[in-house]
């Protein structure tokens, strides 16, 4: 298994990742002491990650939700008490 030092890793990154996901793990050493181990994700895995629209028509946002507690904010902006 290939083992490449913080150095390299850093400057060659790209290339590492790419051998990476076509199945080629490695790991990476820190003054030649292994500290971590890099492998390909599983294709069922690297899929399963939903998370834009997960709670789509769960949630109501009000129409001035970019004006609520305004004055407050503006009270403690300015110094005034509220």
Known sequence: MLTVN??????????????AAQGEAFIIAKAGKPKV???????GA??????LGFMAGELAVPDDFDCMGGEEI?????????
């Open 6 to 19: 913080i150095h390299e890793a850093k400057t060659q990154l790209s290339r590492l990742v790419e051998r």
């Open 74 to 82: 503006e009270s403690l902006f300015s110094g005034r008490a509220g």
């Open 46 to 51: 690297a899929g399963t990650a939903q998370r």
């Open 37 to 43: 181990k890099v492998v390909p994700l599983d294709e």
